[in-house]
Structures are given as structure tokens and as C-alpha cells.
């Protein structure tokens, strides 16, 4: 098995795996994120992607939660430009199409959505700390696919 360090090869695993996989590593991708958003409904859909038997009804009303995450997370960082709220806004996001059932994220890639709005929360939370440094999101990614592809 090869080191994934780049997107295309990251986008290609990535298709590769299926539903309850992509759940999985996306529930890591967001718990790598998740201190950017205090949202109890945020933190309950990770908790809900890693179980491997939660029901199509669990899934279901954790994407619902989260899409009401997302919706008052954007209210709040709205016209204010709070950089703080907007990556909060990215997490909520990304957990939203994480859990999202088939046919539903309004995403061309869900999974790629998750991928790319925990960046941008980085991204965010770098700017609101006034911070210069890079955002190293896709390294703790790939890291992470790395470590899950191990696993398995």
C-alpha cells in the first residue's frame, strides 16, 4: 500500500471506499475539526458516523440536526464576518454531509464536501487568530486516511 500525500491520490482512495467507510473516515476528518465547533448536534453526528449500525433513522435525524447546526451557525457569522463563527459554520457544514443519506447532500462529492469544509474551517480558524502560519489540513487528512487504511 502506497503513503497517500497528495489529493488525486487522496480523491481516488477516497472513491474507492464505500458508504459506511466514507462515514467512518469522515467522522475523522470532522473530530479533527470538531474544537471549532461547540454544537452538541455536531459532536452527536460524529458519535452516530462511527457506529457502524447506527439505522437509516439515526442517520437521518443526525443530518437533520446538523443541517439546523448549519443553519444557525451561518445566522451567527453572517454579515459580522466573525471568523470564529465561520468555521464553526465549515465543521457544521462537513457534518452535515458526512451523515447525509444518499441522494440528499445537495453536493456533487459529499464526501469530498466533507474533506474540503473541515479545510476551510482550518482556514478560518488561522485567520481569526490572526494567525500566518499554513493551514495543514489535507496533511492531518491524509494522515488519517493513512492510519484508517491501516487499520483496516
Keep these: 500500500m502506497s503513503i497517500i500525500n ?17 462515514r467512518e473516515i469522515g467522522a475523522g476528518f470532522v473530530q479533527n475539526v470538531l474544537h471549532l465547533n461547540k454544537d452538541k448536534r455536531v459532536a452527536r453526528a460524529v458519535d452516530v458516523a462511527r ?23 451561518r445566522t451567527r457569522c453572517g454579515a459580522d464576518c466573525n471568523w470564529d463563527e465561520q468555521a464553526a459554520h ?12 444518499e441522494g440528499v447532500c445537495k453536493a456533487a462529492d459529499p464526501p469530498w464536501q466533507v474533506v474540503m469544509s473541515c479545510r476551510m474551517a482550518q482556514n478560518c480558524a488561522l485567520i481569526a487568530a490572526d494567525d500566518d ?4 489540513e489535507s496533511g492531518n487528512q491524509y ?10
Design 6 to 22: 497528495n489529493d488525486t491520490e487522496f480523491r481516488r482512495v477516497l472513491k474507492k471506499l464505500d458508504k459506511d467507510q466514507l
Design 143 to 152: 494522515r488519517i486516511m493513512n492510519d484508517y487504511l491501516v487499520s483496516q
Design 90 to 101: 465549515f465543521v457544521a457544514r462537513a457534518s452535515a454531509a458526512m451523515v447525509a443519506p
Design 51 to 73: 457506529n457502524r449500525d447506527a439505522s437509516d433513522d439515526e442517520l437521518l435525524a443526525a443530518y437533520k440536526a446538523t443541517r439546523v447546526a448549519t443553519v444557525d451557525s
Design 133 to 136: 502560519s499554513s493551514n495543514d
